[in-house]
């Protein structure tokens, strides 16, 4: 294919790709430059020459005929004339591949460049058809030839296929003309010949000028692709938005952008020729993808910048391959990606760390307890996982606020990190919650020494703002794979181990065994059990006697739940109302209890009461009240034949709302007790609400009133206070005559024991109640 000339192709780099697809002679292309229009010029340019030498050779080839049969002043005029139109056309050609091309070029119009064709056809025409006919049949057999032979020059035009066709066309109608129309005596073998070789050189310049056109519009398409893409990599490498490389098949560096040399601190001169692994200081990783010879991309990489110290940069390559399949190098693109590694750092540093205290938090203590495990795995050295749960840490917020107990809660972090020190990771799992990884768990010793070290930093009393303030700390842990082979299994077994150390007293540590594996599997069973117990009826009440202290006349019963299981047999009421407290089915459970009570003194005469337990969890349930209500209309009895018995924990929770529930179930008629009363919180400011009309004196105090001169002070006191407020008083816990006579002398009211029962079944209850009423009316 013809190449333009340096020039030509500086001027084409300027121009504007515009996606025209079809010749000059195409409308389309009226409208403006483009590289195929540009390229047409340019190509037409360059044959100029042949087809201008063509005409006029051919033109000098006619007087050699025709010099006897025309004047020379004619034919010297013709073959000027041929020579000049020609020579014009030749420099024109040459002057619109100069000035008619690129962005600011007037475009060549297609009629202008048929019409140039027509012209030049013409004027070479004109004297053979004029004399044609005036010569012998040799001769013209011979001019003939010369104009068949000059159809060829259309080679000179196949850049431009229309202006080709216009041509042959007129070279074609032309000479058959001359022939048929105006030849003597011409041979038909000549005809046929003649015939023959324009067929020939019509098909040949037809065929040679699709193909050139084709060649030239493929090429200006490539060119306008490339520039675009070169383009664009100038506008990617100028707004910093990364940088090219290029190597040869030995990893050499052929090209590398000038921003990245800037960034290695060496001049591009001193970078050519150099392997990029070397240079960018990651031989070992970058020449191993390299050498694969494949496309890879993100291959991340810490270069030494010298002064700039380290910095990460991203690289991206594809093989360059030869024609001949051959891998001849790699060409790509890189990036620094320092800034996006460093925020990425950052944004991971504070997605993995606790805010408040600066340790761990629960997900990264999940990911070192991971490595810690797959290390002891490897290494046959067991880890240990400790979780820590502070004692006593929520009455330091409600009483002195959070900034306090958050201040608490770092001094806390800094004391377990100053412990731990090398030897594990301390992390903070949420709220007052710690947890330390030990990556040597070899010897339980020193596990069981870090603990309790622990133990007793954490108990060391923290001064915030001029406060004293003490707290403890309870320990739980497991070690692994010897507990737990996964994270969540060794997490659940350090969990097991916590909570038997806080059900153990607090303050202590406890280590995972198979027996509190077993216990706590006994738990979740009893648990399910205990939630079908209250459909399946599992559940019934015992009553035991009170009795009046004057007259050991029966006045009610305290109501007593218990749950006979099928298969496990009596599970003892401290066991299962702890468990329902926690698993949230004390208010069924306790609507259960109310409604049993009622249908209890439904049967019974007045005025027998029964007073039934509640929990502080029940006793804060607006609900309560309703409950009572609807439970006493269902069985039409009277409101103060219900008692209800609640402790002093009641007051430790929203006093106001506890209140407020006591005070509707007291406008129902229902007396309300204070159980235990003086064992626990300070109640005494809530006994003026008028909500209680008894006070019940724990039994701990009654059996030892008879050794400790102190508890009957305390119970004297106890008595004398209920009378202030008209509360009636009842003595728990009478088990002989002397409790008896003691608490009748001290102005007890209502005596409850062993001496006058234990708890009874509904039966035996009912007959109590039966055999008092007969001797009443006795």
């Not at 504007?16 to 047409?40: C, F, H, M, N, Y």
């Not at 608490?408 to 594990?424: H, T």
């Not at 009046?548 to 006349?553: E, H």
Request: charged residues 20%.
């Amino acid at each position: 294919m013809y190449q333009a000339p340096d020039r030509y192709k500086r001027m084409i780099s300027a121009r504007t790709p515009d996606g025209a697809d079809v010749g000059v002679a195409s409308a389309k292309e009226d409208k403006g430059s483009s590289p195929l229009k540009d390229g047409q010029l340019i190509s037409r340019a360059q044959l100029a020459p042949f087809f201008a030498i063509a005409n006029i050779v051919a033109a000098l080839l006619v007087p050699v005929v025709l010099h006897s049969k025309i004047d020379s002043f004619l034919l010297l005029g013709w073959i000027g004339t041929v020579a000049a139109v020609n020579i014009g056309a030749m420099m024109l050609a040459r002057k619109q591949a100069i000035t008619n091309i690129g962005r600011s070029g007037k475009p060549v119009p297609p009629w202008a460049l048929m019409g140039e064709v027509v012209i030049r056809a013409a004027v070479w025409l004109s004297l053979p058809i004029y004399v044609f006919e005036g010569l012998s049949g040799g001769e013209q057999i011979v001019l003939a030839s010369v104009v068949a032979g000059l159809g060829i020059g259309g080679l000179g035009l196949v850049i431009i296929p229309r202006a080709a066709t216009v041509w042959l066309t007129a070279f074609t109608v032309s000479l058959s003309y001359c022939l048929l129309m105006l030849g003597k005596q011409v041979p038909f073998e000549f005809l046929l010949t003649t015939a023959f070789t324009l067929a020939v050189v019509i098909f040949g310049v037809t065929t040679l000028s699709k193909w050139s056109f084709g060649q030239l519009k493929t090429n200006a398409d490539v060119g306008s692709a490339s520039e675009s893409a070169g383009l664009l990599l100038q506008e990617y490498e100028k707004r910093g938005v990364g940088w090219l490389w290029q190597t040869d098949d030995e990893h050499r560096v052929t090209y590398l952008s000038s921003r990245m040399a800037a960034l290695l601190g060496r001049p591009t001169s001193g970078i050519l020729g150099h392997t990029l692994p070397s240079l960018l200081s990651a031989s070992k990783e970058l020449n191993a993808t390299l050498e694969a010879a494949q496309q890879f991309n993100n291959l991340e990489l810490e270069v030494d910048c010298g002064e700039r110290g380290k910095r990460w940069v991203s690289m991206a390559g594809d093989p360059i391959i030869d024609p001949a399949g051959r891998f001849v190098g790699f060409r790509g693109v890189g990036s620094d990606i320092t800034d996006v590694r460093n925020t990425q750092e950052r944004l991971t540093h504070l997605a993995n760390m606790d805010v408040l205290s600066g340790l761990p938090n629960r997900g990264r203590v999940r990911q070192l307890l991971g490595e810690a495990l797959r290390e002891a795995t490897t290494s046959n050295v067991p880890c240990a996982i400790m979780f820590l749960d502070l004692d006593g840490f929520k009455p330091v917020n409600d009483t002195f606020g959070h900034p306090k107990g958050d201040a608490v809660l770092q001094a806390v972090a800094k004391r377990l990190v100053q412990e731990v020190g090398d030897g594990g990771h301390v992390g903070r799992m949420g709220g007052d919650e710690f947890a330390i990884i030990v990556n040597d768990g070899q010897s339980r010793r020193n596990v069981e020494a870090l603990a309790d070290r622990i133990i007793r930093s954490i108990a060391e009393p923290y001064m915030i703002d001029q406060i004293e303030i003490r707290i403890g700390v309870s320990i739980g842990c497991a070690f692994g794979p010897i507990d737990g082979a996964t994270v969540d299994d060794l997490i659940l077994k350090a969990d097991l181990a916590l909570y038997e150390a806080k059900g153990a007293g607090r303050g202590v540590a406890k280590y995972f065994s198979s027996e509190l594996q077993s216990e706590q599997e006994d738990k979740v069973r009893l648990e399910n059990d205990l939630r079908a117990a209250i459909a399946s009826k599992q559940f019934h009440l015992m009553y035991q006697p009170l009795v009046a202290a004057k007259d050991q006349r029966l006045v009610g019963f305290e109501a007593l739940i218990r749950w006979e299981h099928p298969e496990r047999g009596f599970v003892p009421p401290p066991v299962f109302i702890a468990m329902a407290e926690e698993m949230g089915l004390m208010m069924e459970l306790g609507q259960w209890v109310i409604e049993e009570a009622c249908r209890t003194l439904a049967h019974w005469p007045e005025p027998i009461t029964v007073a039934v337990n509640v929990s502080p969890k029940q006793i804060v349930m607006p609900a309560l009240p309703n409950l009572v209500s609807q439970a006493l209309a269902r069985h039409k009895v009277p409101g103060n034949r219900l008692e209800l018995e609640v402790t002093e924990g009641v007051f430790l929770g929203d006093n106001s709302a506890t209140l407020d529930t006591m005070k509707r179930l007291r406008q129902l008629g229902i007396g309300i007790a204070l159980d235990d009363f003086g064992t626990g919180y300070s109640s005494i400011g809530y006994l003026n609400k008028a909500v209680f009309h008894k006070l019940k004196i724990d039994g701990s105090f009654v059996r030892e009133a008879s050794t400790r001169e102190e508890n009957v002070a305390i119970i004297k006191s106890i008595v004398q206070l209920a009378k202030s407020f008209r509360m009636n008083v009842t003595a728990e816990g009478v088990e002989t005559a002397e409790d008896f006579e003691r608490m009748r002398d001290l102005g007890v009211d209502t005596i409850q024991g062993y001496l006058f029962g234990r708890p009874l079944s509904y039966e035996r209850a009912t007959n109590m109640v039966a055999s008092f009423a007969a001797r009443k009316r006795a």
